[in-house]
Every structure is written in structure tokens, then in C-alpha cells.
């Protein structure tokens, strides 16, 4: 009776044992890698800054944003706490400035968009994730469509800013994200400024797109 105890308690913990390696082999499966095609919709602000840290300038011009945009392909990696993101795009702004509403002139610049970012995601549900990255980009410009306009514009420009959104779970391999964001340049929108005060980019930003999981 005595041994018939001992063999019914080994089989029932092998079982047991065996069990619980099949669940977690099963059903945790981790992915690092995605690839994500994306497009964006911007608009432009301008920050105007002094020469002295402090002073405002009086700015007597008027300066409208235009609808703007972006696409591109995106490289994530899940280094957990973080995520890493690449970003390579073809991205466009658009912009009028004058004197007056009536003699506003229009510039469109385009750009070939190379961003790094670090991001943070907090799952909500089984489907559902929210993100916060912090991008900082490197702007190469490739062409530009100016109204009359005889002064050229920054051939490079560099930004940092911060995007919050969310990722809506699709399958095991395919997900939708959505992202808002606010993007700071540190270069001026002119390679020979004309004005007495500097002029600095601020965009906002909707991006979406679908990622796959490698």
C-alpha cells in the first residue's frame, strides 16, 4: 500500500511538472523586432527668440502654418524597460510669411527625415498598449517651392520632441498605432536669416501606421 502511495505521488508530480513546462512554452512568446510603413500629417509653428537669453522681440511679420506631412518606414526594437525606434522618411512642411495677410508668400520645403527614438509602453489590456517616445531627428533637404522668395532655406535641420498615442493589438503578428506629437527644431527655417530675431520650427504632428512583429 505503502509503495503504491509513493509511485500515485511521483506520477501526479511529474504530471504536474510536465504540465506547467508545456503552459509557458505555449502561451509566452516574446518578439523584439517590428517593421512599421507609416504616414504623418504636421503643421508648422514658429518660435521667435532674441539675441540675449530672456528678451522677447517685437515681431511685426505674420507667419501661417500650411498642412504638411510625412511617410516613411520605421525599425522598432523591445529592449525592455525601453524601446528602440529608426525612423527613415521622406518629410515635407509648408508655411507662408509676410507683412500683411495680403502679401504672404508661401514656401514648401522637403526633406529626407532621419530619426532615432526611445520609447516607453504600458499595456492596457491584452489588445491594447500606450506609448511615449522622445524622438530626435536629423532633417536633410531635398527640395524646395518658394513664392518670390530670393533667401534660401536651412539645408539641414535637427529637432527633438516627444509623441504619446497608443497600439491597438490586431493579431499575433500584425498591430495598429496611432501617435500626437510636438517636435522642437534647433535650426532656424532660413540659411541667410533676414530678420533681427531667430525663427525656430515647432511642429505638431499625427502619425499612424501598422506594424508587423518579427
Given at each position: 500500500?505503502?509503495?503504491?502511495?509513493?509511485?500515485?505521488?511521483?506520477?501526479?508530480?511529474?504530471?504536474?511538472?510536465?504540465?506547467?513546462?508545456?503552459?509557458?512554452?505555449?502561451?509566452?512568446?516574446?518578439?523584439?523586432?517590428?517593421?512599421?510603413?507609416?504616414?504623418?500629417?504636421?503643421?508648422?509653428?514658429r518660435r521667435t527668440?532674441?539675441?540675449?537669453?530672456?528678451?522677447?522681440?517685437?515681431?511685426?511679420?505674420?507667419?501661417?502654418?500650411?498642412?504638411?506631412?510625412?511617410?516613411?518606414?520605421?525599425?522598432?526594437?523591445?529592449?525592455?524597460?525601453?524601446?528602440?525606434?529608426?525612423?527613415?522618411?521622406?518629410?515635407?512642411?509648408?508655411?507662408?510669411?509676410?507683412?500683411?495677410?495680403?502679401?504672404?508668400?508661401?514656401?514648401?520645403?522637403?526633406?529626407?527625415?532621419?530619426?532615432?527614438?526611445?520609447?516607453?509602453?504600458?499595456?492596457?489590456?491584452?489588445?491594447?498598449?500606450?506609448?511615449?517616445?522622445?524622438?530626435?531627428?536629423?532633417?536633410?533637404?531635398?527640395?524646395?517651392?518658394?513664392d518670390g522668395i530670393?533667401?534660401?532655406?536651412?539645408?539641414?535641420?535637427?529637432?527633438?520632441?516627444?509623441?504619446?498615442?497608443?497600439?491597438?493589438?490586431?493579431?499575433?503578428?500584425?498591430?495598429?498605432?496611432?501617435?500626437?506629437?510636438?517636435?522642437?527644431?534647433?535650426?532656424?527655417?532660413?540659411?541667410?536669416?533676414?530678420?533681427?530675431?531667430?525663427?525656430?520650427p515647432l511642429w505638431?504632428?499625427?502619425?499612424?501606421?501598422?506594424?508587423?512583429?518579427?
Amino acid at each position: 500500500m505503502a509503495k503504491f502511495s509513493i509511485v500515485t505521488a511521483a506520477l501526479l508530480v511529474g504530471t504536474s511538472l510536465t504540465a506547467q513546462v508545456y503552459y509557458t512554452d505555449s502561451d509566452v512568446r516574446e518578439r523584439s523586432l517590428s517593421i512599421a510603413p507609416f504616414v504623418q500629417a504636421n503643421t508648422v509653428f514658429r518660435r521667435t527668440v532674441g539675441e540675449v537669453v530672456g528678451t522677447q522681440p517685437e515681431v511685426t511679420d505674420l507667419f501661417r502654418g500650411s498642412l504638411g506631412g510625412a511617410y516613411g518606414l520605421a525599425l522598432n526594437a523591445n529592449i525592455k524597460p525601453f524601446r528602440l525606434g529608426v525612423d527613415v522618411a521622406q518629410s515635407n512642411f509648408a508655411y507662408r510669411q509676410g507683412p500683411d495677410r495680403e502679401t504672404l508668400l508661401r514656401t514648401q520645403s522637403n526633406y529626407l527625415l532621419l530619426r532615432g527614438r526611445l520609447g516607453f509602453a504600458t499595456e492596457v489590456s491584452d489588445v491594447t498598449t500606450l506609448e511615449v517616445w522622445v524622438p530626435i531627428a536629423y532633417r536633410r533637404l531635398q527640395s524646395v517651392q518658394r513664392d518670390g522668395i530670393s533667401t534660401e532655406v536651412a539645408r539641414t535641420m535637427t529637432s527633438a520632441g516627444i509623441e504619446l498615442g497608443s497600439s491597438l493589438k490586431l493579431n499575433e503578428n500584425w498591430s495598429w498605432f496611432g501617435l500626437v506629437g510636438l517636435d522642437n527644431g534647433f535650426t532656424e527655417f532660413e540659411a541667410t536669416p533676414t530678420t533681427a530675431y531667430k525663427e525656430y520650427p515647432l511642429w505638431i504632428s499625427l502619425s499612424s501606421g501598422i506594424r508587423y512583429a518579427l
